[in-house]
């Protein structure tokens, strides 16, 4: 059995809320609240969810950019929340990022190669002409020319900062790349250039990705498996085709019947929620779904339902679902979710 | 098509920025009519016209550095172009309307949400307070807003995004104007609430008979809420045709890759279908068809001329020299077969 490249369990970010003049600490935003989940080498695994889900919150906390409140993150075998900083900063070129906005993440006053060879500096290699190969290989995988080294992010089009933002992760041959929202500031002609170089260049290096998105067309067409994250937990998990073919969450249901189609004779029968994302200030007691599901239950209004998986592979946290698939030990569970 | 009537007539629209880089034409000779009670939308890329082509039609072009600077907008007889600011003042809230993308940055944080609501009756019509206020809250009402009475009260930050879109939508119908423009009114919010203020957009629409015109990026939107719809590119006007049709049967390239190129969620696609190149600056190609760059059918003559919208079909019309003179769906072969 292959063993997975990232296990995450239990993990949990909760802000301090300051107030008042002292500063005192008066609660906690729970953007991420006990998130378990694994990726195995190679695979896809998107993370989908609606503003304020903890969707990005967590791709930051697997590379710590920022620091987990809970739970452990073991990657390649090595417990990253159990390690100093200098040997977080030496893991960091197996695991890369990819930014949204591709304008903000690239620094306006570097040039192309400036900024591509940065991370080959910072991982220690020493050589100026081996780094300035690496480059001009790099832009060349990306559909760039090596010639545009010498040229500045203003330069480029969305499109264009996009491949470098991705030939920057890839510049340390990394074995996991974490994308958040990588092509939700893009034109939709171009998106599917991008996605499409993502998918040629898994192949090629034999990437493992999380692919962070709100767009759930986009996230259906690159991922194995996916999780639906809702104030801060995961409410869903499974195979790709299964979610999107027969989901089992309330939420997810609904998420999925509120995605226009592009076929004006598609008919379908919308669930339209009621009302708006609670805060992850103040989340509902119970089941955090449970103040707009529409199959709400008595049990949903005190208890937190755990992820629990159904079928094979597919997890759900939802009390309308028998609790003796749930077992006691959800660990074991969420790890075979992935197998 | 004819038998309606027709309440905006746009026609050889231009409008132009003067940057210091040269004259960059935004919208490049636009043709469009709205009909009563239709939901019209434009699609397009960034950069491609279709906002300001708005902008143009609400007479808020920012001047300097843009300007319109040909054509007509007809507007219930009368050319919007024509009128001075004090008489485009008297249109505009109160025979069309507009709502913007980022409801928050449109409503004024400094104002309950009541001063702001009254505000276009008081000055469109001579009503009391009074009524004006009762007159506020049945909008909140109809737009579904709970608690009306209380969120008049409020401040646009006490509100969450879609309740803001939501102050905008019953705020620019307030003086039941017979044109709403709404210029990517979702594109900020979440899928769910994505949902429900397109529904209510569209129950607005069939309920008060307004005609709406929506802008966006979505080709999902424009499937689930319009009944025809333009595609723009690089300032032009590429295709027009009622929305089934253009979906089903896409008569110019540019519309043909842009619906292959999205994923669509039902199905898994091994790959996407992208349309090669980038999407062009405004401005930056002057002859030729604009698209003639990016397009798998492009022969010499593409570089060359500019290419009219050939008639396609009832109501449906592409800019493409593959469609000229063609009767209806002649020219598929030559599509099929590139």
Same mark, same amino acid.
């Given at each position: ?18 107030? +008042?003049?002292? +500063? ?24 989908? +969810? ?290 | ?20 880089? +040269? ?84 409503? =004024? ?107 966006? &990026? ?59 190149? =980038? ?36 109501? &449906? ?22």
């Amino acid at each position: 059995m292959k063993e997975p490249l990232l296990k995450v369990e239990g993990l949990k970010k909760h802000f301090p809320v300051r107030k +008042g003049a002292l +500063g005192r600490v008066k609660g906690h935003v729970k953007a991420v609240d006990g998130v378990s989940f694994s990726v195995m080498p190679g695979e896809t695994l998107g993370i989908v +969810g609606e503003s304020g889900c903890g969707k990005s919150t967590t791709g930051r906390l697997l590379m710590r950019l920022l620091e987990p409140t809970e739970g452990k993150v073991v990657f390649d075998g090595k417990e990253l929340t159990a390690i100093g900083s200098e040997e977080m900063r030496k893991t960091r070129r197996d695991i890369q990022m990819v930014f949204q906005d591709p304008y903000a993440s690239l620094n306006p006053r570097h040039t192309i190669g400036k900024i591509l060879e940065e991370p080959l500096l910072v991982h220690g290699v020493k050589d100026p002409k081996e780094r300035k190969r690496k480059v001009r290989e790099f832009l060349e995988i990306v559909g760039l020319s090596g010639y545009h080294a010498t040229r500045y992010p203003h330069q480029f089009s969305g499109g264009q900062r996009q491949r470098i933002g991705i030939a920057r992760a890839l510049m340390t041959n990394p074995k996991l790349i974490i994308a958040d929202e990588p092509v939700s500031a893009l034109d939709v002609s171009i998106q599917s250039q991008v996605l499409n170089l993502m998918q040629d260049l898994q192949r090629e290096f034999g990437l493992t990705y999380i692919f962070i998105s709100h767009d759930l067309s986009v996230v259906r067409h690159i991922s194995d498996r996916v999780a639906v994250m809702y104030l801060g937990r995961i409410v869903e998990i499974a195979e790709s085709d299964q979610l999107y073919e027969k989901p089992l969450h309330p939420y997810t249901q609904a998420l999925l019947s509120a995605v226009p189609v592009p076929d004006p004779g598609f008919v379908r029968e919308q669930i339209v929620l009621e009302g708006d994302i609670p805060s992850p200030a103040d989340p509902p007691p119970g089941c955090p779904f449970h103040s707009r599901c529409p199959f709400r239950m008595e049990v949903c209004k005190s208890k937190v339902p755990a992820l629990s998986e159904q079928e094979t592979g597919h997890s759900v946290a939802c009390h309308l679902y028998p609790e003796e698939a749930r077992g006691n030990d959800n660990k074991t569970l969420v790890t075979e979710g992935s197998l | 098509m004819d038998s309606r009537q027709k309440v905006l007539g746009v026609s050889g629209l231009r409008t132009s920025f003067f940057t210091d880089g +040269g004259v960059v034409p935004a919208v490049d000779g636009v043709d469009f009519d709205l009909y009563r009670g239709e939901v019209l939308g434009i699609v397009g890329e960034s950069g491609c016209g279709k906002s300001v082509t708005s902008l143009s039609v609400m007479g808020l072009v920012p001047n300097p550095p843009g300007k319109v600077t040909g054509g007509e907008i007809l507007y219930g007889g009368t050319d919007l172009l024509k009128l001075n600011e004090r008489k485009m003042r008297k249109v505009r809230g109160n025979e069309i309307a507009m709502i913007f993308q980022e409801p928050m940055t449109s409503l =004024n944080p400094l104002f309950t949400i009541g001063d702001q609501m009254v505000e276009p009756l008081r000055i469109h019509r001579k009503i009391s307070k009074k009524a004006a206020r009762g007159k506020a809250i049945d909008m909140l009402r109809l737009v579904g807003l709970p608690r009306a009475e209380e969120i008049m009260n409020e401040y646009p930050h006490q509100l969450s995004g879609g309740m803001r879109q939501r102050v905008m939508i019953a705020m620019a119908l307030i003086c039941e104007p017979k044109v709403l423009i709404a210029d990517e009114p979702t594109t900020a919010l979440d899928v769910t609430i994505q949902a429900q203020i397109l529904k209510l957009m569209k129950d607005l629409n069939e309920r008060l008979d307004t005609a709406v015109l929506l802008i966006t &990026h979505d080709l999902g939107v424009v499937a689930e809420t319009c009944s025809r719809v333009i595609v723009m590119y690089a300032g032009k006007v590429v295709e027009e045709g009622p929305v089934r049709e253009i979906f089903r049967n896409p008569q110019h390239p540019y519309t043909e890759g842009l619906l292959k190129s999205v994923p669509d969620m039902r199905f898994k696609q091994e790959r996407l279908d992208p349309i090669p190149g =980038n999407v062009p600056r405004p401005g930056s190609i002057k002859t030729g068809c604009r698209f003639a760059a990016r397009c798998p059918y492009a022969f010499g003559r593409c570089l060359e001329d500019d290419p009219d919208l050939y008639e396609t079909g009832d109501g &449906h019309r592409a800019r493409c020299f593959l469609r000229e003179g063609k009767e209806a769906g002649a020219y598929e072969g030559a599509l099929a077969e590139g």
